[in-house]
């Protein structure tokens, strides 16, 4: 992103198989816009961090900041950078939200647009990686402003996301992917990961994904049955991903018990 484009990303310095490079914050707002909203903060004790988001919002005031869900990579700095900012943090969830003095903060709630200068920013709730995910779709005035989905971890900028079983569900999760495979001029601003062309195609990827995993969980259910055994989420991890993802055994356990969930809701099992 050029320092001209009305968002700006500061990627943290919290690199993890789960995180990939890190955490990425984002700055809504032209420069000569006199207010900006802050995307996810991002952890907490990441003192470099918020002193980097510092630099980028410069005399420019902070409207609000918002998260797109609970996690603590995403949330740890809230109350950090809402002192520091002098703003509210909002989120889906109350429990996300802090106001400023006696003045409260409120919920984000679906269909909510935010407006910053000729910017406009629609929450969308998209629940699955988390019941309180949010998406927010940022649409402008000008000719040339790109409309941008920051997606959080809904949809990542490589790899595919992990449902937080059994908060987020996968019924949710696909239903929350078909939504967002309509935003076909958007480009994707992921909360981790490089930035991806469209929204819509990474939406279409991750759903032909989801659904291509599900096939693949059926017929091992399928296989064990007619040899008289039963795969609980711990074999089922296994033999889906066995090494190959680098990722603990117990994330790996998480992810086949969402797809084992899955069917079970859909009465499959």
């Given amino acids: 992103m050029s320092e001209s484009s009305p968002v700006q990303r500061i990627t943290c310095d919290n690199p993890s198989p789960m995180t990939l490079q890190g955490t990425n914050t984002y700055v809504l707002g ?14 907490a004790d990441h003192p470099v961090h918020l002193a980097q988001v510092r630099a980028v919002v410069g005399s420019r005031r902070v409207a609000q900041i918002l ?22 943090v909002r989120g889906h969830s ?40 949010v998406c927010f779709w940022l649409t402008g005035d000008a000719e040339d402003d790109e409309p941008a989905m920051f997606t959080g971890d809904t949809i990542l900028g490589e790899g595919t996301t992990m449902l937080d079983h059994p908060d987020g569900t996968l019924t949710d999760y696909l239903q929350s992917l078909e939504r967002l495979s309509e935003y076909a001029h958007a480009r994707l601003l992921p909360a981790h990961g490089p930035a991806q062309p469209s929204a819509a195609e990474a939406a279409q990827r991750y759903l032909a994904h989801r659904l291509e995993r599900l096939d693949q969980v059926r017929e091992l259910l399928r296989t064990a049955d007619d040899e008289g055994a039963t795969l609980d989420a711990t074999a089922l991890g296994e033999l889906i991903y066995g090494q190959r993802s680098g990722l603990p055994a117990g994330i790996t356990t998480k992810i ?14």
């Fill in 30 to 43: 032209g420069d000569q816009a006199q207010e900006v909203v802050i995307i996810d903060p991002g952890p």
């Fill in 67 to 88: 998260v797109t869900h609970r996690h603590a990579d995403h949330t740890g700095a809230a109350a950090s950078f809402g002192e520091a900012f002098a703003a509210p």
């Fill in 94 to 133: 109350p429990d996300q939200c802090l106001g400023r003095g006696e003045q409260p903060a409120a919920a984000l709630s679906d269909g909510e647009t935010i407006e910053l200068g000729g910017l406009r920013l629609r929450v969308l709730h998209t629940p699955g990686h988390t019941s309180d995910s």
């Fill in 256 to 269: 086949a018990a969402a797809q084992l969930q899955h069917l079970v809701h859909l009465g499959e099992r």
